[in-house]
């Protein structure tokens, strides 16, 4: 044991959790085999998170947290000494110093942190219609949709671009065309019907579904400018982590909203990431509070997407940590997963809450001093039963432990504080001014006025020889010129892969320039290529 370890601080390689006849260490190198935080309300669950968010921001990991009750905002603040905290403290052996983390707040709602935006591209059909909740008769028409946007051009930015799209190709009364506003859709038309029978009923209740999305704040969420999830993974001028917090108290209003923005951005880290194999410490860790709503009448199909992505993002330095009450919240093949677990106190009133601790009981490593079942729902505030994955990765004997205080405030901040931290965001001003450009709404009503101009240059392709050619041919084709949230489906996954490989593209495009490469190569990537990580793994 290090001089560090006899204070019970973190090291170098580890973070102190709790304490009781044994040391409760969460190991750096084994942090993204992800982990389980659970316990009926008012147990500790939030105290915990905080424990383990500053641990792992004091190593230089960037954090990112929901905070459904702002208690964690208290993170961004120095902590009070306390006479229970230093009680508390006392009794671990602990030396309490108060402290305070480098803090970004985020909000969709754009009130309380810095907005947070999405494309309706990005987002893909899959997980917006998980958001509408969709059936898979009007999942497949949005299915349609977006590619017929695909293939017409059409980009997708905001909610007035899907809705004016919606109703683009909804067919025809039968009757002839009595104007050129009939004609100047004709091709839209056509080319949904060619991927099957789009019906009016179907598209008028997806069309009333986004009212419903949009009332919960749908409006707000998609657009530009998008968040770029680089944003999330900084460090202070110290090397500390940075911890980002989505203000999620009103998102919570809106379950499905929260739920499918939060596996957004497990998809988007997913896509976006390089592998890594296993690091000294992740890259960045992700807590999913109020996990159940994930998982909540969730389909098979986006069940079977969820666990892969939970295994497969653990490879880009990811570790993601479901916060819920019960463990039977999260589905077996995902609660396998996770390897680092703390179990606060489960009330056995009901049935379903003695299935819940008997399955809590059984998903850890048996202590022969501990009755788990029994000790489960006895567990006092600030007590849990914990295990965490140690030297190969096999997780430890389940152990009893008082959780250690939080080195920064318990509790919210004020108003004001809130304001201070924002003034002096390191993002302050990226993202606050939403934008809107054209993109498929005007594009769709130039198309009705009769005034769409024919194809232009993509923007920043030049002109001027044979060089300018292959740039503009490079950039259409990989939406490397086009900046983010204006780029296609086949553009969205390829923007990455082009960065590494545009040298090979370029020279084996000038060996051919003359021959046909534009718009058919083009549309065969974009056809080819899945939309986002989810979408790719759904289709394995």
Do not use: C
């Not at 998809?267 to 592998?275: A, K």
Request: aromatic share 6%.
């Amino acid at each position: 044991m290090t001089a560090q370890d006899s204070k019970l601080g973190d090291t170098d390689d580890k973070i102190f959790v709790g304490k009781g006849d044994e040391q409760a260490w969460l190991t750096l190198a084994l942090a993204n085999r992800h982990g389980l935080v659970t316990g009926a309300t008012g147990t500790g669950k939030t105290v915990s998170l905080q424990v383990m968010a500053e641990g792992f921001a004091r190593a230089g990991v960037p954090v990112f947290a929901a905070d459904i009750k702002g208690d964690l905002s208290g993170i961004a603040e120095v902590g009070e000494a306390k006479d229970f905290i230093l009680k508390r403290a006392s009794q671990m052996g602990l030396n309490f110093q108060p402290d305070q983390f480098s803090t970004v707040f985020w909000d969709v709602f754009g009130e309380q942190g810095h907005p947070v935006r999405a494309t309706v591209t990005e987002m893909g059909p899959l997980l917006l219609a998980r958001m509408l909740d969709l059936n898979d008769v009007q999942e497949g028409v949005l299915n349609v949709a977006f590619r017929v946007a695909d293939d017409n051009g059409l980009t997708l930015i905001d909610m007035k671009d899907l809705r004016a799209l919606l109703d683009a190709i909804v067919p025809d009364s039968g009757k002839k065309a009595a104007d050129s506003v009939e004609d100047s859709l004709a091709a839209i038309r056509k080319a949904a019907q060619g991927f099957g029978n789009v019906t009016k009923a179907t598209v008028g209740t997806i069309q009333r579904q986004l009212l419903v999305l949009e009332n919960q704040g749908g409006t707000k969420f998609f657009g530009e400018p998008a968040l770029t999830l680089k944003d999330f993974m900084k460090t202070d001028r110290d090397g500390r982590g940075m911890v980002n917090i989505l203000v999620a108290d009103k998102l919570l209003q809106s379950p499905r909203l929260y739920a499918t923005f939060l596996l957004w951005m497990l998809s988007e880290l997913f896509e976006e990431l390089p592998e890594a194999g296993d690091l000294p410490k992740p890259k960045l860790v992700f807590f999913f509070d109020e996990a159940h709503l994930l998982f909540n009448d969730a389909p098979k199909a986006l069940l079977d997407t969820i666990e892969q992505v939970v295994r497969l993002i653990r490879s880009k330095g990811v570790g993601v940590y479901f916060v819920t009450q019960n463990p039977i919240d999260v589905p077996d093949r995902v609660l396998g997963q996770l390897g680092n677990r703390v179990q606060h106190a489960l009330r056995a009133f009901t049935p379903r809450d003695q299935k819940a601790v008997a399955a809590a009981a059984q998903t850890f490593r048996p202590n022969p001093k501990l009755d788990t079942a029994k000790v489960i729902t006895e567990l006092g505030k600030g007590e849990a039963l914990v295990s965490f994955l140690e030297g190969n990765g096999t997780p430890t004997m389940v152990e009893r432990v008082m959780i250690r205080p939080p080195s920064a405030r318990i509790g919210p901040i004020t108003p004001e504080e809130r304001k201070a931290i924002m003034d002096a965001s390191p993002v302050k001003g990226k993202y606050d001014t939403a934008v809107d450009e054209e993109s498929a709404y005007e594009m769709i009503q130039k198309r009705i006025a009769g005034t769409a101009a024919t194809a232009e240059a993509p923007a920043g392709a030049s002109g001027g020889g044979i060089l300018g050619q292959i740039g503009s041919i490079v950039g259409t084709i990989f939406g490397t010129n086009v900046k983010r949230g204006r780029l296609s489906t086949g553009q969205v996954i390829a923007r990455d892969v082009t960065r590494s490989v545009t040298n090979q593209v370029i020279g084996g495009m000038a060996a051919n320039i003359g021959k046909s490469v534009g718009g058919q190569l083009g549309g065969s990537i974009g056809r080819t290529l899945v939309r986002g990580a989810l979408g790719g793994l759904l289709r394995r």
